[in-house]
């Protein structure tokens, strides 16, 4: 492994343009699991059902039953030890964007500035109706919460039946083309249109380092480097490792 950290820091330090795209696993530490988990959400919510555009259309009460789970879950989560190395790597300028496809806000919570939010946020409210947005702290006491037109409001995520924000989508594939290095973090890349970032790159000439616990099925088509483990104790060694080639 101790090899590996090694190969995986030059890449970073030798790189004039480093970009990350992270997911589930990289949140899994902080309390949050992953939706898709046989302990997850999705066991309980399916999601074709309750987190769709459709029935937040006709129904948007049943898809607060879900949110209001979610609230339970996110709201107690902290950023951990991959989320504030890598906010630590931004600010020694060795990595310059995350696109995230959590919702959780930790990246942020964690230091990260940059951070492109694939899937949007919970922590933002809009009305669809009449375009007021509010955050979630402001209604957290209503449920479900309303706008000042007397609409539910919709959290800000990408439900199934909706598009990729534009601009993240847009700025996400910009990054990706021009980026030397691509740091992977606890995300299988299954989910699509997200699961093209680590094409985008490699096709552009990218190296790849991919952290997860467990091989995917970018370990042997696309991954120069696999740091197979937990993010919150490879993301700070990774760091450590950085860092001592940058002074």
């Known amino acids: 492994m101790h090899e590996s950290i090694e190969k995986a820091s030059d890449i970073i330090v030798n790189s004039e343009f480093t ?23 999705w066991s309980r919510y399916d999601p074709a059902e309750y987190a769709a555009m459709g029935t937040f259309m006709v129904n948007p009460v049943k898809v607060w ?13 902290k950023p951990n030890a991959a989320h504030m190395a890598m906010g630590e790597m931004e600010k020694a300028g060795c990595l310059h964007y995350v696109i995230t496809q959590n919702i ?7 230091g ?3 951070v492109i939010e694939y899937h949007g946020t919970w922590k933002t409210l809009s009305c669809i109706w009449c375009g007021k947005k509010y955050t ?8 479900p919460p309303q ?9 800000d995520i990408v439900f199934f039946g909706e598009p990729i924000p534009e601009d ?16 992977i973090v606890g995300t299988s890349a299954v989910v699509s249109p997200a699961n093209t970032i680590p094409v985008t790159a490699k096709e552009n000439g990218a190296y790849l380092i991919e952290i ?15 740091l197979q483990g937990s993010a919150g104790k490879i993301m700070p060694e990774l760091l450590t490792s950085v860092k001592s080639k940058i002074r």
């Open 147 to 155: 706008c000042e037109c007397k609409r539910i409001l919709k959290p």
């Open 136 to 143: 979630y702290e402001e209604k957290r006491e209503q449920y």
């Open 212 to 226: 997860n616990t467990k091989p995917t099925h970018l370990t042997d088509s696309l991954t120069d480097v696999f």
């Open 19 to 41: 970009i990350a795209l992270t997911g589930a696993g990289i949140s899994v530490e902080s309390g949050i699991p992953d939706f898709r988990s046989a302990d997850g959400l």
């Open 104 to 110: 959780d806000g930790l990246h942020q919570e964690g």
């Open 168 to 183: 993240a989508m847009t700025l996400s594939y910009r990054l990706a083309s021009k980026a030397q290095a691509l740091i």
């Open 112 to 114: 990260s500035e940059n």
């Open 65 to 77: 039953e879900l949110m209001k789970e979610m609230e339970i879950l996110l709201g107690k989560a």
